[in-house]
């Protein structure tokens, strides 16, 4: 009976030979991707060199076979690498590239790597992602998660498992404290309050936190705003942009996620007045700030701003009136609400415009639209047109003007 063959991406018995000259050569034959076994050879000076030679060889090899072949027997790192260059393909945000990465390296490949396929079951992924949330937090242990199961599909869709073990994998749940949604009474004495707070004037959070009042969008995106953005005889303001900081580039301004995201807002009368005020009055930089802009095909490129792309909330601490970051300013809206006697989230604008609108009887698509959601049902985004001005946020957000 003949020999069985090699499995491809493996070698045969390593075989050693003294060459004339002193030196050591050792061989042994490996199977290709096209299943032709060929004898491939190092030399040393000594036979162990010489071996070992071969050996990083034939690992080197493995690797380049398995780029196109997964199989029940491949270890998990030598998944994690096809994988990744198989995601790298599609665009993907800067923060998620980093944060995937850094979980695959920091975690997976430390705690899964020499694992091979056939022994990733449900249950070691399991255990695996439990320790991650013990030691490490629910948070770490939720991406890793999301990047493990990725990486799981890609071995069933490759034929390399019979079903992506992962997905059978307990959820894990972030423990966070909902928002709550204030009232309009509420937030007017909240923006009340903060013309009060020193430190909420002097960090320039109260026409940041009113501008929020009077839509409901989200910070960074209120950062990138510009002031050609905002159109005062149509009474509304364009969201086109966000800030963001990528890990080893710094601050910079982007689109929003998705075309959702991009839609122009009516403005309450209040705010206009409040944002024309600020234009009058806003201090003219002896030169304009340059920025870093994210560009649709991932490069990132300098340029420089002018009087009518100038940010309307720029960070005035060192004089540039460049980027501002949506981390520090998180954090000083948190301080003014600790001002004002409040506790709690980050979004409670967001949530305010939103359940308002809800309690006067607007639409979900006229909310989903109001705050850039990309989704409410597949009839209503393909027939109502995406980038609606006329929400009817404007007229129930009015009554806070009252009090300011």
């Known amino acids: ?3 069985p063959p090699l499995p491809i991406g493996t070698y045969g018995k390593i075989r050693t030979v003294k060459e004339p000259g002193g030196t050591w050569t050792a061989r042994a034959g490996f199977r290709d991707y096209d299943g032709i076994t060929r004898d491939v050879e190092r030399a040393g000076p000594t036979r162990v060199q010489a071996e070992n030679a071969l050996r990083e060889a034939l690992r080197d090899r493995a690797k380049i076979v398995g780029n196109g072949d997964l199989t ?29 990465r850094r979980k695959m390296d920091l975690f997976i490949l430390r705690g899964l790597g020499e694992l091979r396929l056939r022994e990733f079951s449900v249950a070691r992924a399991n255990r695996f992602l439990r320790d991650i949330e013990d030691n490490h937090g629910a948070s770490n242990a939720k991406m890793t998660r999301t990047v493990l199961s990725l990486m799981g599909a890609f071995a069933a869709q490759q034929g390399a498992i019979a079903s992506n073990p992962v997905r059978d994998v307990g959820r894990i749940s972030v423990g966070s404290q909902p928002a709550t949604a204030l009232t309009i009474a509420q937030v007017s004495q909240l923006l009340a309050y903060m013309t009060y707070d020193p430190q909420a004037i002097d960090r320039d959070v109260v026409d940041f936190a009113a501008f929020l009042a009077s839509t409901g969008v989200r910070h960074a995106e209120a950062l990138g705003l510009q002031q050609n953005a905002i159109d005062f005889e149509a009474g509304t ?17 982007k689109r929003p996620k998705s075309e959702a995201g991009v839609r122009t807002l009516e403005l309450p009368s209040w705010a206009l007045r409040l944002l024309e005020l600020r234009q009058l009055t806003a201090a003219v930089p002896r030169a304009f700030p340059t920025v870093k802009v994210l560009q649709a095909n991932g490069t990132i490129v300098e340029e420089r701003l002018s009087a009518e792309t100038m940010l309307v909330f720029p960070s005035t601490r060192t004089g540039t009136y460049g980027l501002r970051d949506p981390r520090n300013v998180h954090r000083q809206v948190k301080d003014a609400y600790a001002f004002a006697g409040l506790g709690g989230g980050n979004h409670k604008f ?3 415009v939103l359940t308002e609108m809800d309690k006067a009887g607007l639409s979900a698509r006229a909310a989903a639209d109001q705050a850039g959601h990309a989704k409410v049902s597949m009839t209503q985004d393909a027939y109502f047109g995406r980038r609606v001005v006329r929400t009817g946020a404007a007229e129930v957000l009015e009554a806070i003007g009252a009090a300011l």
Do not use: C, F
Request: cysteine-free; glycine content about 4%; charged content about 25%.
């Open 1 to 3: 009976m003949p020999r």
């Open 72 to 100: 029940p027997d491949t270890k998990v790192k030598d998944l994690a690498e096809q994988w990744w260059s198989e995601w790298k393909r599609q665009p993907h945000s800067p923060n998620t590239t980093y944060n995937y």
């Open 237 to 253: 303001a364009a969201i086109r942009h966000q800030v963001i900081r990528i890990v080893g580039v710094g601050l910079v301004l």
């Open 350 to 352: 967001r949530k305010m």
